[in-house]
């Protein structure tokens, strides 16, 4: 569970960063505003979806330890 656990923290905190650092490009150039965020988004997007492959393994990892325990 550790793994997984870690695994998830990063994501969020990858997300945390997208968010402070889209907020202030969008913040420093009101102007583009609309196309800061969209790029933003699709910066969290993707923050997501590589996250997905490390979160799979950490999970099997976290199993393998679990059963090896028992």
């Known amino acids: ?3 997984t656990a870690i695994e998830i923290l990063h ?16 913040w420093s150039y009101p102007l583009g505003q609309d196309v ?13 979806i590589m996250g997905i492959g490390p979160l799979r393994q950490a ?4 199993r393998q330890a679990n059963r090896s325990e028992a």
């Open 1 to 3: 569970m550790t793994r």
């Open 11 to 26: 994501i969020l905190a990858g997300l945390a960063v997208a968010v402070a650092i889209t907020w202030a490009a969008a």
């Open 36 to 48: 800061i965020w969209w790029c933003g988004a699709a910066a969290m997007v993707v923050t997501v």
């Open 59 to 62: 999970r099997v990892l976290d």
